[in-house]
């Protein structure tokens, strides 16, 4: 464990330590997640206490956790090689024509 991770476990011993991805399509998932709370939890405000936000964050979490049904990736690294690979000729095509228009 980095020292850094090491240190806030110290700090936080109830704290789970989670390993994310290094790039941010985590935190997409996190931002989708909170829009949906914010459109259909925390809209309208009509709280009249925190106990309300509390009671109505939980119910939403419970419900949430009992309809998830794991997503079916289906985009392969294979799928990928023959995109970049696509990408590469359509950019390799279109910087010779550019090269030819430049020519003539």
């Known amino acids: 464990m980095p020292r850094s991770a090491a240190r806030l476990a110290a700090a936080f011993p ?34 009249t206490d925190l106990a309300q936000v509390r009671d109505r964050l939980r119910a939403f979490e419970d419900r949430y956790n009992a309809t998830a049904r794991p997503f079916q990736w289906k985009f ?10 696509r990408l590469d000729r359509h950019t390799a095509d279109h910087q010779e024509e550019a090269s030819v228009g430049r020519a003539t």
């Open 14 to 47: 109830n704290a789970v330590m989670v390993r994310t991805p290094v790039h941010a399509s985590w935190l997409n998932q996190a931002e989708i997640y909170f829009s949906v709370v914010q459109r259909k939890v925390v809209h309208p405000n009509d709280f």
């Open 76 to 85: 392969t690294t294979s799928d990928l090689d023959d995109l970049l690979a």
